[in-house]
């Protein structure tokens, strides 16, 4: 059982940037993926960015490619999300999820491939 805490949502301005946090409970090997979605009110998870266990491979979405990064500490057991040029629409509630990596690898647009997930922080961005 992985238990998932994120920090570090808040409200900015566009352009802004933000910095997500997600404390984990388990030393995560290369056998398991680490993600990040998030979901706006009324849509479903929409997948960010994945990682490879322990700070390997790295996937973004197109739609954050460029201006997200995630990256994870070993020694702290934290996964991050490194959030630069926000836009409005990227308010969203973002949630850090974890799951055994598959035959596919690990990929941030498949959130049933995910069996632990955080409870979420909010992410607010005004024009």
């Known amino acids: 059982q992985v238990q998932l805490v994120e920090s570090g949502g808040g409200s900015v301005q566009a352009g802004g940037s933000l910095r997500l946090s997600c404390a984990y409970s388990q030393y995560i090997s290369s056998g398991y993926c680490m993600a990040w979605f998030r979901q706006a009110p009324g849509k479903a998870h929409e997948g960010v960015a994945a990682i490879v266990g322990g700070g390997g491979s790295t996937y973004y979405a197109d739609s954050v490619k460029g201006r997200f990064t995630i990256s994870q500490d070993k020694d702290k057991k934290t996964l991050y999300l490194q959030m630069n040029s926000l836009k409005p629409e990227d308010t969203s509630v973002y949630y850090c999820?974890?799951?055994?990596?598959?035959?596919?690898?690990?990929?941030?647009?498949?959130?049933?491939?995910?069996?632990?997930w955080g409870q979420g922080t909010q992410v607010t961005v005004s024009s």
């Open positions: 999820a974890a799951g055994t990596r598959t035959t596919w690898g690990c990929r941030y647009n498949s959130p049933t491939e995910y069996k632990y």
